[in-house]
Every structure is written in C-alpha cells, then in structure tokens.
C-alpha cells in the first residue's frame, strides 16, 4: 500500500485520501472491510494498539477531519459551513471547548431568509399570543416583556434534530451535520409560561406553536419558513424562555435577533427565531415542518433503507442522551510518558447526567470521567480525565455519558430513520502516542 502524508489524513476531501488507503475497496462514505483495519497502523503512521477490538466497517477517526476556508459575519471562521442558502454552519468539536458557548462559535441553521438586520427596529417588534386554546389575543413590546415579566438567565443546550446525520447509511437528505448542530450559551428571557398565564390559558391547550419573521426561499412573502412548537407540557416548565439576550448581549442576527423562543433539551427546530407571533393550541400544531416527515422518526423501528408513511413517523420531543470530547482535538500527539487530559461536555433532556464514561479500547473496558453539575436544568455538564496509554501507537479516546432516566448511548449509530434525525453515537477523537 502506498504512504500517504499527515496533510492528506486530515484532508477535506477524505475521499482522495481513502482512495489512497484503501484502494477501490473503500466507497465514498469510507466504509472498509475489516481486513483494511490491520494495514490501517502503516497508514496512520502508528500501530493501532486495540486494533483487535475495532469495530468493523468503520473509518478511523485519525481520517475523519476538517477545515474550513470560508467565514460568516459574527461567526468564528473555524465553523463550517454547509449551506449558504439558507445558511448553515456547524461548529468542530474543538471549538466547542468553552462551558458556555460563545455567541460567535454557536452553529446556525437557518430554513430560510432571514430579516434584513436594518428591517429590525426592536422598540416596535411585537410578540402576539393568540390560537383557539388562548382566553383572548394580546400583544407585547419587547419592553413590555422585560418590565411586565421577571427576568431569568439560563444556560440552555440547542441542538438541531438533525445533528450527526452524515453518519447514517443509506444516507439521508438534509444538511449532512456531523456533530456541530449544537451549542449551550446563556440566554436570558422571561418565562414564556408567565407570558402564556398573563394571556390566559384554556383547559383544553394542548401545544404552542411559533412564527418568526424570516421568508421563504422561494421569496413568496406570505409562505411561512417554519412553523414547529412543542407540548403545553414542556412549554410550562421554568427554563422554557422568550430570549432577547445571548451571554449578556443582543441574539446575533442569524440566531434570531431581536427576539427567539429558547426550549433547551428538545430539538432546536422547536426554537423559533425572530419570533412574532405564539399560538395556542388546541390540537397537536399544524405549521409547516411539524407534519409529514419533518422532525419525525418511525414510531417503531424500521431496518435502514424502510420507506415509512407519514402516519406512522412520530414528532421528536426530548433530544437524546449525548456528549462531545471538546479537547484535545482529533488527532492530537503525545509522548508515551505523559498523560493525556481530555475535556467535553455532557446532555440530555429534562434530566440530569449521571455518569460520563471513556474507552481507549473501542469500547472493550469503560473509565469514569470527572463530572460537574449542570448551571441548572437542559444545561450541559462538563467532564474530563487524564489518560495514560500502554504503549506508543495510534489510539481512539471514545466518550460515553448516562443520564438520571438510566439511558447511555450507542458506540455507534442509533436505529436508522429515513430524514437522519436523533444520531447520539459515541463522539471519538484520534490520539498518537510516541
Ligand atoms: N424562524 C425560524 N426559527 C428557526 C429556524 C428557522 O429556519 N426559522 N430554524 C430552526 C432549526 S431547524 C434549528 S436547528 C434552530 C437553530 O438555531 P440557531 O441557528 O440559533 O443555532 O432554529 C430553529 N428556529
Ligand atoms: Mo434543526
């Protein structure tokens, strides 16, 4: 097999880089036999120590990174862009270091255009609550909901259904995410329980649903973007907010200046942007991506590649059980005599993290990480270890956290569904120790 450099390992084009690897027995998607993984040690440049438990058919995570060579306004230039119509960008692991993110370094995703940043005058932006299952229709200035309303600051985790979707086979559509969808900064609001009380609530209020001001790709003005809620049941909870503030200042634009519903723990679909206009519901809401196949998952399990009709997807609510190894970043070295310190971050949905775990055999044995509490509830929590390694080689730091509900992830992909949602497999980082 031929010698390939460390620049072409790490490479944005994997592509190029497998061909090299693995011939033309490796396909796009970079899924090899296993007798690959034993040639695998020439071409990471050390011995793959564990290489006996590696699973079979996936590619090392020593292959699997990339960099970016464009930049958004307001956004760090090390996110990656998907999408420039509607943007989308996700953040690399190791940008996510810091414990609350920066508003610079949370990802964007955007179904459509949104308003012109001189269009948004915030002392004339309204939020009206209306819908069948509200007692009357009323109507707030934004200083209105800062002076009428207590105010509360939470850090609270966002993270897009989608997340981790280019890892599924057969793969689905949709901006193909590997682990960047998601973020946890400080936003501050006022409680959208107290907003809906103070309108008043009917008995049979079943789900709120929401209407931000951004348009339609297609330029029609009056087709909706987006238009997705969530249960009465989550929207009454304390940390379910109206945000107005990111870590202390004004949203950025693009995540939904000047006013945004902010539901930690459930997918950030939920979340609208530029919101305007909250209904209450007497029935599950109807807007447009909360029906068909939208941020919807076979209620049962289906094998990969199952065609599944609408009445048998069912809308995602709470987000599952998941973590991401923020330091070092993937392909870190180290001297067989040091240790290595490793630092992440831990979530789940209306429920706390128990235990974080990591393996540096594929997941054969399992070590405890030290954990912090969470600022308060659908926050993440912060882990991290030292590690010593065996022997000098080419090693995978995998992460593996478990919740209050006893649910832990998978070492690798969740059960497949047809629109790549829900993928909390294990995050890993390559390590090469010398
Ligand atoms: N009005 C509006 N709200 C929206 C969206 C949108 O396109 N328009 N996208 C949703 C989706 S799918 C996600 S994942 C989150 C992303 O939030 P962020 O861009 O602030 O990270 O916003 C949600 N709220
Ligand atoms: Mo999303």
């Not at 944005?12 to 695998?40: C, P, Q, W």
């Not at 087709?223 to 809620?229: E, F, H, L």
Request: charged share 20%.
């Amino acid at each position: 097999m031929k010698k390939i450099g460390i620049h072409e390992l790490f490479a944005k084009d994997k592509t190029e880089a497998e061909k090299k690897l693995y011939g033309a027995s490796a396909n796009r998607r970079g899924f090899l036999k296993k007798s690959a993984i034993v040639a695998m040690g020439t071409m990471l440049g050390a011995k793959v120590v564990f290489g006996k438990s590696y699973p079979s058919g996936l590619i090392p995570a020593g292959l699997a990174d990339s960099e970016n060579l464009f930049s958004i306004p307001g956004k760090h230039p090390g996110l990656v862009i998907l999408n420039d119509r509607p943007i989308n960008a996700e953040t690399p692991p190791f940008l996510l270091d810091d414990k609350i993110t920066p508003s610079d370094k949370l990802f964007v995703r955007n179904n459509g255009i949104p308003p012109q940043e001189n269009s948004i005058d915030i002392n004339s932006w309204t939020l009206t609550i209306e819908g069948e299952s509200a007692k009357q229709s009323k109507t707030y200035t934004i200083a209105d909901l800062k002076s009428k309303f207590k105010n509360y600051t939470y850090q609270l985790t966002l993270e897009c259904g989608g997340n981790g979707r280019s890892e599924f086979n057969p793969p689905a559509k949709g901006n193909q995410w590997s682990t960047g969808a998601v973020g946890c900064p400080e936003w501050t609001g006022v409680r959208l329980k107290d907003v809906l009380n103070d309108v008043g609530v009917k008995s049979d209020a079943v789900y709120v649903g929401y209407y931000g001001k951004d348009t339609h790709l297609s330029g029609d003005a009056e087709k909706v973007v987006i238009s997705r809620g969530v249960p009465m049941e989550k929207a009454l909870k304390d940390e379910s907010l109206i945000a107005w503030a990111m870590n202390g200042e004004d949203i950025p634009l693009l995540n939904g200046h000047p006013l945004r519903l902010v539901f930690g723990g459930y997918p950030a679909s939920c979340s609208g942007k530029w919101l305007h206009k909250i209904v209450i519901r007497n029935k599950v809401h109807d807007g447009p991506k909360m029906t068909g196949q939208s941020y919807r998952v076979p209620c049962k399990p289906v094998a990969p590649g199952t065609k599944v009709p609408n009445e048998e997807m069912c809308i995602i609510e709470a987000m599952p059980v998941k973590s991401l190894i923020t330091f070092p970043k993937t392909g870190a070295s180290i001297k067989k005599s040091q240790k290595l310190p490793i630092r992440g971050h831990a979530w789940t949905s209306d429920a706390e993290i128990k235990e974080v775990h990591y393996s540096i055999d594929f997941g054969a044995t399992w070590q405890l990480c030290q954990l912090e509490t969470a600022a308060n509830m659908n926050a993440w929590q912060h882990f991290n270890a030292n590690i010593s390694f065996p022997e000098s080689g080419y090693y995978e730091v995998w992460a593996k956290a478990t919740d209050s509900n006893g649910k832990s992830q998978p070492m690798l992909l969740p059960g497949w569904n047809p629109r790549g949602y829900l993928n909390n497999a294990c995050h890993r980082i390559a390590i090469k120790v010398s």
